[in-house]
DNA sequence: CCTGGACTTGACGTCAGCGTGAAGGTTTAC
DNA sequence: GTAAACCTTCACGCTGACGTCAAGTCCAGG
């Protein structure tokens, strides 16, 4: 099923201008026909809709290399090869530690805005009323304990 | 204790020309000594402290401006300000999504790899038909991973 | 006086993945 | 026959947070 640029990004969900920047990166290189205009058959969509797959996933285009040379290869998936599989691992590894960095930092968020909403509370009697019962008054510094 | 670019710079542990950065956003304006050369006192290095230390946990420098503010208007936190607070509120949501993001697309990595390597250690000993690999999600709408 | 280090402004480069136009050639539909 | 719709190649723009020259200024030590 011969296609041009047009029908080929309308078929993947993406534009005309995407397909020539993976043409130029050497991702997704197209014939041509005698006028200049580039063709891609069902083979090329394969490949793309395993470029955009992987893309969701938060690939790199590069990423997507081994995969596309994979099914270029004449293998039945893109993860059918060594390299493939290396960088899936390579990126769980990747999403793991973004997941842990992520979750420390929200853990220390949160307990900056718990400590500010707590002198906010503490420092401007006029908003809301305390929560605590020894919650401490406006103009003296005292420390309550925490009963 | 006045200083001049460098020696904030170094007690800061960044760079000459982040400082410039930084004025050019507005966000750290410099007063000028009789020769044209920035200096800087004690509570600009605060307010940089501030800064770096949003910066580290992932806020964009924009997200910064409440905090420094509210130093600058002279209360005794960055986070004493309602401005500030609602930053923390917003980038502990955003937070909360992309980890949620981030899980989701890990536990999809991780079946495509425990599947690929199935797959593989299958496909050498013998040769059973492979079934369509790749199922790609009906949307496209990406994200980049961490901010 | 001269050298070297710290300082100044200006402006372009980096990374990723395209978006958006300009200026023009080709094909298709009516 | 002509206008719409498609295609082509440049080539700059965008986001963020700076890095990296380049050319010139300022000041202290020897």
Redesign the interface.
Known sequence: MAMRIGELARQA??TTRTLRHYEELGLLPARRTGNGYRTYDDGDLRLL??I??L????FGLEETRPFVDCLRAGH?????C?A??DV??R??AE??E??A???R??A???S??AR??L??AA?VPGGPPPLCAFAPPPEHERETGTP
């Not at 893309?55 to 938060?58: P, V």
């Open positions: 969900g993406t809709q395993q955009r797959t893309q969701d996933f938060g039945p998936a893109g993860d059918s060594p493939s599989l899936y691992r990126k769980l999403l793991d973004c997941i960095d992520l979750q930092i929200r220390e968020v949160g900056q805005l500010a909403e002198e906010a420092d």
